[in-house]
């Protein structure tokens, strides 16, 4: 079946930019993550969503970056006015429906931003 | 907050041998523990995962074992091809951390013919 789909594969802005990512998961997931990955780096966690309910926003690093999923299905990522230490690649991740802690979470492709 | 480390960096083996990454995790509670394969340009994708009520799963060629004692978990993977060349990035996460995955800093698994 179709896996966790991300838009735009590549995106490139000019500081101080705003940029929106979107996040398809797999269907029927409840789970929904967004990691970001700097170059050579782990993914780091930004923030999680169960349905359409934000449960942990603790790792987004800044309130430029804010992050939605109004019906519970698609996701979106917003960064406000880009600088250059937000270039990296941003992964979403989809769990399965159970929602628990432990649960596989299955990785989009990314989107790799580049902030000039 | 948890913190995985993992090692090596880099591994380089001869096809046919085996390859074997380390990584340790400092949260006591945590309790889940997947790896992860990263081809370039590509996502994440689970490879095989284990939680703390077993100490070694195995499937095919990919093996992982656990010791909730000393706080370390180890990915073996035996007769290694071309194919399995990748970044490796193990993973930790329990009911401290909800559900984030913490990862490791990733090893570059190069396999040569």
């Known amino acids: 079946g179709a896996g966790v789909s991300q838009s735009p594969r590549y995106k490139v802005a000019k500081r101080g930019q705003d940029v929106a990512l979107r996040c398809d998961p797999i269907s029927g997931h409840v789970s929904l993550f967004w990691y970001q990955q700097a170059l050579g780096q782990g993914p780091e966690f930004l923030t999680y969503f169960q349905n359409e309910a934000q449960l942990d926003k603790s790792g987004l690093p800044s309130d430029r970056f804010f992050a939605e999923r109004p019906e519970g299905s698609v996701s979106t990522l917003k960064i406000q006015r880009t600088q250059q230490e937000d270039s990296a690649v941003y992964l979403c991740?989809?769990?399965?429906?159970?929602?628990?802690?432990?649960?596989?979470?299955?990785f989009g492709p990314g989107t790799r931003l580049t902030v000039l | 907050g948890e913190n995985v480390e993992q090692h090596p960096s880099t591994l380089s083996v001869q096809e046919g041998d085996s390859a074997v990454i380390k990584c340790t995790y400092s949260?006591?509670?945590?309790?889940?523990f997947p790896w992860y394969k990263q081809e370039l340009g590509k996502g994440p994708q689970l490879i095989i995962d284990?939680?703390?009520?077993?100490g070694e799963k195995k499937d095919q060629r990919i093996a992982v074992t656990l010791n909730k004692t000393a706080k370390h978990f180890s990915l073996h993977i035996t007769e290694t091809q071309p194919e399995d060349s990748a970044v490796y990035f193990c993973?930790?996460?329990?009911?401290?951390?909800?559900?984030?995955?913490?990862f490791g800093k990733g090893t570059s698994l190069l396999v040569t013919p």
């Open positions: 991740a989809s769990s399965r429906p159970r929602g628990l802690v432990g649960d596989t979470q299955y």
């Open positions: 993973a930790a996460s329990g009911k401290n951390s909800g559900y984030a995955l913490n």
């Open positions: 284990i939680r703390s009520n077993v």
């Open positions: 949260d006591s509670a945590s309790n889940y």
